[in-house]
């Protein structure tokens, strides 16, 4: 289970991690298991849709049960089924990367959405986040390509 205290330092460290890098200003949700949102900021200057698509990325990794990278290379080869999936998610699964499963060894135990720079750069956010809360962060990136 994600609880408050450590929802909340995973956005600030994806935050403060964001500042180091000088990023544009960042929107950030980290949503538990069952895809409630336990925590959320809003930087100053981040743009109109920022909330929805940062939890629209953290619920897709959630729905899919995969990182939104995954997503992402999946919708490239089968974009059809990522429609479709979309679809019955009410719209909310954004196939970019930035939407991070937080992993409690193996289970899953939220996600974080992050998103107002590159997808790269907000998924970069998001490992800094939740790593630094001492959880494992699973992108969806193919382990072999490490």
Do not use: W
Request: charged share 15%; aromatic share 2%; with cysteine.
């Amino acid at each position: 289970m994600i609880d408050l205290a450590k929802a909340t330092a995973i956005v600030d460290k994806a935050l403060s991690h964001g500042r180091t890098l000088g990023l544009p200003p960042l929107t950030v949700a980290v949503l538990d298991a069952g895809g409630c949102l336990v925590s959320f900021k809003r930087e100053d200057g981040s743009s109109l849709l920022r909330p929805e698509i940062a939890q629209a990325k953290a619920y897709g990794a959630l729905g899919m049960g995969i990182g939104s990278r995954a997503i992402a290379q999946r919708a490239s080869v089968a974009p059809a089924f990522v429609s479709a999936v979309n679809a019955l998610a009410g719209g909310r699964l954004i196939p970019v990367p930035g939407g991070v499963l937080i992993r409690s060894a193996k289970a899953i135990i939220g996600a974080v959405g992050i998103t107002g720079a590159s997808s790269d750069q907000d998924e970069a956010c998001a490992v800094a986040g939740i790593e630094a809360a001492g959880f494992i962060a699973d992108t969806g990136a193919d382990p072999a390509a490490k």
